[in-house]
C-alpha cells in the first residue's frame, strides 16, 4: 500500500503544522513542537 495516512494535528501539542519527515515511511514532524513520530495503520478489528 502506497498511499500515506495523513494526520490533521501533532498528537502531543496539537499544532497543525505538520511535515513529511525524512526519517523514515509514515513519520512527520510537528513544527510546533519539534517533535518527530511515526503513523502505522494496523488494520480493523473484526467484529464480535
Known amino acids: ?4 495516512a495523513t ?3 501533532c498528537p502531543y501539542c496539537a499544532d497543525e503544522d505538520l511535515r513529511p519527515s ?4 509514515g513519520s512527520w ?3 510546533g513542537c519539534t ?3 511515526t503513523l502505522k495503520y494496523v488494520g480493523l478489528k ?3
Not at 22 to 25: A, D, F
Request: charged letters at 40%; hydrophobic letters at 30%; proline letters at 5%.
Open 7 to 9: 494526520p490533521f494535528y
Open 22 to 25: 525524512e526519517e523514515g515511511h
Open 35 to 37: 517533535r518527530v513520530f
Open 46 to 48: 473484526a467484529r464480535a
Open 29 to 31: 514532524e510537528c513544527r
Open 1 to 4: 500500500m502506497s498511499e500515506r
